[in-house]
Nanobody, 121 residues
């Protein structure tokens, strides 16, 4: 069974930094892309950033210029370095991946359980 397990959330003061990690475990053929979405209370889930296995990145508006996504393909792990955090960055951050568990079927979307990021002013 495939799982995405996140870590690294928590409470930080405005201007501080956090690094989120997400590791995929289980049996699969490809894992592409990997990325992060966030959801604040009362708002829809929105893109933070995604990255392909070849290193192509796509950033949403949240954290643009302050957040950096990276991945370690050998470890099936994606990271989100969050710098200069602002109170409006506070949200639950979800790890996302497109995973192919069957070579003859299209990839499916998988989500982590979410990790809370809280930014105090």
């Amino acid at each position: 069974q495939v799982q995405l397990v996140e870590s690294g959330g928590g409470l930080v003061q405005a201007g501080g930094s956090l690094r989120l990690s997400c590791t995929a475990s289980g049996s699969f053929f490809t894992i592409d892309p990997m990325g992060w979405y966030c959801q604040a209370p009362g708002k829809p889930r929105e893109l933070v950033a995604t990255i392909t296995s070849t290193g192509n990145t796509n950033y949403g508006d949240t954290g643009k210029g302050r957040f950096t996504i990276s991945r370690d393909n050998a470890k099936n792990t994606v990271y989100l370095q969050m710098n200069s955090l602002k109170p409006e960055d506070a949200a639950v951050y979800y790890c996302y991946s497109g995973l192919r568990t069957d070579p003859f079927r299209a990839p499916r979307d998988y989500w982590g359980q979410g990790t809370q990021v809280t930014v105090s002013s």
